[in-house]
């Protein structure tokens, strides 16, 4: 819907701005949010070229499905070398207990390190 009615009115902000907001506040998709946060945490880039900006992503993703990880890839990362280095063959269930995650993910981390190519083997010496 919000698409539909940004659609009627390409470029310009002077067609009913109020109902636009109301809108807006209604029903915010994920590109409103994201440029609401950054705007909140940084209130100095608000402007035409923020507006433009918004635009801008708005064309280049529309239509397009995302998925957003709850974790990083440093953060991942991070809980990987975590489980890793606690792993001893038989503690899986501590480690997801600990960690706070599934043992199915757990053993997924695992299973992954084994699989990877050694980076650091045949470099040293």
Do not use: C, W
Not at 49 to 58: D, E, N
Not at 91 to 113: D, G, H, P
């Amino acid at each position: 819907m919000t698409k539909a009615n940004t659609a009627q009115t390409p470029g310009k902000a002077t067609a009913a701005p109020a109902q636009l907001s109301a809108l807006v506040a209604q029903e915010p998709d994920l590109v409103d949010r994201i440029f609401e946060y950054l705007l909140t945490e940084f209130p100095q880039i608000a402007g035409e070229q923020f507006a433009h900006a918004k635009t801008a992503v708005r064309a280049e993703f529309s239509g397009e499905t995302i998925y957003i990880p709850a974790r990083g890839a440093t953060d991942r990362q991070r809980l990987v070398q975590e489980v890793l280095s606690m792993f001893n063959g038989r503690n899986t269930s501590e480690i997801a207990r600990r960690l706070r995650i599934s043992k199915a993910s757990v053993y997924r981390y695992i299973k992954q390190a084994r699989l990877a190519p050694k980076a650091s083997s045949g470099q040293g010496k």
